[in-house]
């Protein structure tokens, strides 16, 4: 029998949770039982949305559409990749992680650090535990992020980029828009980690309650705030937005040093003070 669009939607919310309840699969250190996030937030998208070709367009080329990377992935599959949706989260810091950053003026906390590497892993856990479940449903399923094609690229109009982008795709479904630090603030706020799965599945797309890519920044919005560009210790965000290949040097010359000498052993490319202690942190500054 076949699922409603609603039960699908329902299903797959209820995947994503129970996978986040276990305390075993969501820790924030393989040996702590703290996890590494709050609640999640999940939206839709079709993956025929126009947005996607837009977005396209705007980064370059090289940029995945869903349905691209659907077929990239399914090669031999002879069925219309329809429907096709996007299924995109956020995962947001806790507050202890925040409470510990927000103190933080050059270097990132431990538990930062710790969410950008063990959380991160969590995260892409999750985008497989997702893609196998859907397929082993006789719903083919792809997590771009995983993907061995997935690679990086410059973009002639943002600089760094990538085949595929977990903040566009967030903003794509509903989840959020950009602020002036690059960040997409959610409604939890910039602080967070991001994941999405794209699958031949019926869903509603969510609807974007926003008027522009920018419209929840105080300072897209209002003209005022800029607090993201004080917090940042590198200089890499400015009234004119984010520095990429600042920021990156910052993290490659003393924050990933940093992490891998003090705090894990491992180099991580741990920062993200412009994520906390501003006030898109954790809910939406503009409504
Ligand atoms: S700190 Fe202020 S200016 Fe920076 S992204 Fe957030 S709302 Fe926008
Ligand atoms: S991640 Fe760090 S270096 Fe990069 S913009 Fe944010 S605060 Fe600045």
């Given at each position: 029998?076949?699922?409603?669009?609603?039960?699908?939607?329902?299903?797959?919310?209820?995947?994503?949770?129970?996978?986040?309840?276990?305390?075993?699969?969501h820790?924030?250190?393989?040996?702590?039982?703290?996890?590494?996030?709050g609640?999640?937030?999940?939206?839709?998208?079709?993956?025929?949305?126009?947005?996607?070709?837009?977005?396209?367009?705007?980064?370059?080329?090289?940029?995945?559409?869903?349905?691209?990377?659907?077929?990239?992935?399914?090669?031999?599959?002879?069925?219309?990749?329809?429907?096709?949706?996007?299924?995109?989260?956020?995962?947001?810091?806790?507050?202890?992680?925040?409470?510990?950053?927000?103190?933080?003026?050059?270097?990132?906390?431990?538990?930062?650090?710790?969410?950008?590497?063990?959380?991160?892993?969590?995260?892409?856990?999750l985008?497989?535990?997702?893609?196998?479940?859907?397929?082993?449903?006789?719903f083919?399923?792809?997590?771009?992020?995983?993907?061995?094609?997935?690679?990086?690229?410059?973009?002639?109009?943002?600089?760094?980029?990538?085949?595929?982008?977990?903040?566009?795709?967030?903003y794509?479904?509903?989840?959020?828009?950009?602020?002036?630090?690059d960040?997409?603030?959610?409604?939890?706020?910039?602080?967070?980690?991001?994941?999405?799965v794209v699958?031949?599945?019926?869903?509603?797309?969510?609807?974007?309650?926003?008027?522009?890519?920018?419209?929840y920044?105080?300072?897209?919005a209002?003209?005022?705030?800029?607090?993201c560009?004080?917090?940042?210790p590198?200089?890499?965000?400015s009234?004119?937005?984010?520095?990429?290949?600042?920021?990156k040097r910052?993290?490659?010359?003393?924050?990933?040093?940093?992490?891998?000498?003090?705090?894990?052993?491992?180099?991580?490319?741990?920062?993200?003070?412009?994520?906390?202690?501003?006030?898109?942190?954790?809910?939406?500054?503009?409504?």
């Open positions: 029998m076949r699922n409603t669009v609603a039960e699908n939607a329902e299903w797959i919310a209820s995947i994503i949770h129970r996978y986040l309840d276990d305390p075993k699969k820790a924030i250190a393989p040996s702590l039982s703290e996890p590494a996030f609640e999640p937030l999940i939206g839709f998208g079709n993956g025929k949305d126009p947005v996607f070709r837009q977005l396209k367009k705007l980064i370059g080329p090289f940029y995945w559409t869903p349905e691209e990377i659907f077929r990239l992935t399914f090669p031999g599959d002879k069925h219309p990749a329809d429907p096709l949706s996007v299924i995109s989260w956020i995962l947001p810091q806790t507050e202890a992680t925040k409470k510990d950053s927000r103190r933080c003026k050059k270097y990132p906390s431990r538990r930062w650090t710790f969410v950008r590497l063990h959380g991160e892993n969590v995260n892409a856990r985008r497989k535990h997702l893609t196998d479940t859907l397929r082993r449903k006789g083919p399923a792809v997590a771009p992020m995983l993907s061995p094609l997935w690679q990086r690229e410059h973009s002639h109009a943002f600089g760094l980029a990538s085949s595929w982008s977990e903040r566009h795709t967030a794509a479904c509903g989840l959020g828009t950009f602020g002036l630090s960040g997409l603030i959610t409604p939890k706020g910039k602080a967070v980690r991001i994941g999405s699958a031949r599945i019926e869903l509603s797309p969510s609807p974007r309650p926003y008027r522009d890519h920018n419209a920044c105080l300072y897209h209002r003209g005022k705030c800029g607090k560009v004080k917090r940042c590198a200089g890499a965000i009234l004119n937005g984010h520095d990429k290949e600042k920021c910052y993290i490659r010359a003393v924050t990933a040093p940093y992490a891998r000498a003090r705090q894990t052993g491992v180099k991580v490319n741990s920062c993200g003070l412009c994520q906390t202690g501003v006030p898109c942190e954790s809910a939406i500054p503009v409504k």
